[in-house]
């Protein structure tokens, strides 16, 4: 085949965008655990990392950019290109999530509410195991597993609904928990939205492979944490 | 496979079948195709696939090399163009080239010579046709105060400017352009793009092209040719030029898009 220098730096950026998604799998599952741990060192720590996440993005993005400008890519190749960049935005964005996690880590303190950690633990679980796939069948193109893990959001929205609840009753039982329990909703609202972004790369994952844009989830309504 | 997917618009020529022969070799097989009315189509494919070939049938140009021989049929606004008289089908169907080839005349001769050659003998009407052609190939401004020098005094990109232009003074109705800018500097060859894109509000273009980013840019449907084993030109997808560019249907078009071969 020819093209293969540019072959081989498509290949360098799938392997950037691994490497970004493994940092975004790494700062969610450590924000559950500062939270859980009400770990105010580790979630400052959370914060300061994500810049490194927003680096790379950028580095992806750049590298991208110079491919469509000097290779003019066409067909399959500018779609994985165009897929590529909205994925590195997505990535970013979930960093954004785990950070905001961190933030309401810090805001909480120790202030003691009623708090579901055994089901914010499992949604973040569940949001990054679905993550970790979802990128894996991007980079191989997998229609099967990219049309399968959007089915596995309805779990993370049961948990967030069922999180949802319980901070509720918790702030009718005691209104002065009102202020410190919205926190908690930021928290779990956050682990939904990043499973949410999954589901936006599995799209691109068709996209690529069919040249379809199909929605997989309507819901896309976007709260700032 | 054959997608006219843009069926809906006007047909200004319809080929039906088309095989063309030098001698024994055959150079184009059982093509097939609508070309849109006032659209550019762009013809894409490597080398020796019969591009120029199948684009200088439409105004009977092979018939010029002895040993060619055609079957099947190419229908121009109805009629079978091997039933029109050949220097009036060459009016209706104009040809520009891949190297300007002004004649080596005046601007204005240059010009006035097709017209002339239908009997227009009157000047000030020749002086007319002059201008609005000169003016259709946006070349006016820059040669209107030296109408009397020679085309070949003119920069690459205004000569083939000037041949358009030549092109249009027998008020044509398809344009047929076989690699016209592959001889230009890229903003000569802007210019020849934009130029093409203002000419389909009155003309049918069709081009050919080796340039893909040309043929994205400038045509509205694009048509892929391909050589088979026995080097038989054959159309192997047509569709909208944004959808052969972004999604082509067949392997072979996205393979050869892509840069993998050709």
């Keep these: ?225 | 496979m054959i997608d006219n997917n843009h069926i809906n618009l006007k047909t200004k020529i319809s080929v039906e079948n088309f095989n063309l022969f030098y001698g024994k070799f055959q150079a184009l097989d059982n093509i097939s195709i609508d070309i849109p009315s006032n659209q550019i189509t762009a013809i894409i494919g490597p080398s020796g696939c019969g591009k120029s070939t199948f684009i200088r049938s439409f105004n009977r140009m092979n018939e010029l090399i002895p040993t060619v021989r055609t079957e099947g049929r190419i229908i121009l606004d109805g009629k079978d163009i091997f039933e029109i008289d050949p220097v009036e089908l060459r009016k209706q169907v104009g040809m520009v080239f891949q190297r300007p080839n002004p004649f080596p005349k005046s601007i204005f001769e240059n010009i006035a010579f097709g017209p002339r050659a239908h009997g227009i003998r009157d000047r000030r009407i020749l002086e007319e046709i002059v201008e609005k052609s000169l003016r259709q190939a946006v070349l006016w401004d820059e040669v209107k105060d030296s109408l009397t020098k020679s085309g070949l005094a003119l920069s690459g990109g205004q000569q083939q400017r000037l041949c358009i232009a030549r092109a249009l003074a027998v008020e044509p109705e398809v344009i047929l352009m076989d690699e016209p800018a592959s001889a230009l500097d890229p903003v000569a060859t802007l210019k020849i793009e934009e130029l093409i894109e203002q000419l389909k509000e009155k003309y049918t273009i069709v081009i050919v092209t080796h340039n893909m980013q040309q043929a994205a840019r400038a045509s509205d449907f694009t048509l892929f040719f391909n050589m088979a084993e026995n080097r038989a030109g054959y159309l192997v997808e047509s569709g909208k030029t944004t959808d052969i560019f972004t999604n082509p249907k067949n392997e072979l078009t996205e393979q050869y898009i892509s840069g993998r071969f050709g």
């Design chain 1, 1 to 225: 085949m020819a093209r293969e220098l540019f072959e081989r730096k498509i290949k360098q950026i799938q392997d950037e965008i691994l490497l970004l998604g493994s940092m975004v799998e790494q700062a969610t599952l450590d924000s559950v655990t500062s939270f859980k741990n009400r770990d105010i060192e580790a979630a400052r720590a959370l914060i300061e990392d994500d810049q490194n996440i927003n680096d790379k993005r950028f580095a992806i993005e750049n590298a991208i950019l110079i491919l469509l400008a000097t290779q003019q890519p066409l067909a399959h190749d500018l779609r994985q290109l165009a897929a590529m960049l909205l994925v590195a935005n997505e990535l970013e964005r979930m960093g954004d999530y785990a950070k905001g996690v961190a933030n309401n880590t810090i805001r909480l303190g120790i202030n003691d509410l009623p708090i579901p950690y055994r089901d914010i633990e499992k949604m973040g679980e569940l949001a990054v195991s679905m993550l970790h796939r979802s990128l894996s069948a991007f980079i191989n193109e997998d229609i099967s597993q990219a049309v399968a893990i959007p089915r596995e959001d309805d779990a993370v929205d049961d948990l967030f609904n069922k999180c949802y609840r319980t901070i509720v009753n918790g702030m009718i039982a005691n209104p002065a928990t009102i202020d410190d329990a919205s926190l908690l909703l930021w928290v779990v609202h956050n682990l939904e939205r990043l499973a949410d972004r999954v589901v936006n790369i599995c799209e691109r994952t068709i996209f690529i492979k069919s040249g379809e844009m199909m929605e997989m989830d309507g819901t896309d309504d976007e709260l700032e944490a």
